[in-house]
């Protein structure tokens, strides 16, 4: 897995990049179907928020959108 991180005790496991066969391997061996437990358990690289602001200045990437109104307010060019 590839996880975004603010620092350690704060990741970003819902913007991460996840070896399809590595998942499938840890459905089949845990019961547990915590995100948490599955990032703690799998060979993961954590890259720091800052690499990401490299790329993505104001850190549009983890915009989050929950309503209607959230997609148009990111799909509103700015003046």
Avoid: C, Q
């Avoid at 437990?37 to 060979?43: E, G, N, Q, Y």
């Avoid at 690289?45 to 990401?52: G, S």
């Avoid at 200045?57 to 997609?71: A, C, G, M």
């Amino acid at each position: 897995a590839v996880i975004p991180s603010w620092n350690p005790e704060m990741l970003e496991p819902l913007h991460a990049v996840y070896r399809r066969t590595a998942l499938i391997g840890y459905l089949e061996n845990h019961a547990s179907l915590s995100l948490r437990s599955m990032v703690r358990d799998l060979d993961t690289l954590y890259v720091p928020i800052e690499e990401i602001r490299a790329i993505d200045r104001e850190l549009l990437t983890f915009t989050n959108i929950n309503k209607i109104e959230d997609l148009e307010r990111i799909n509103t060019p700015k003046k």
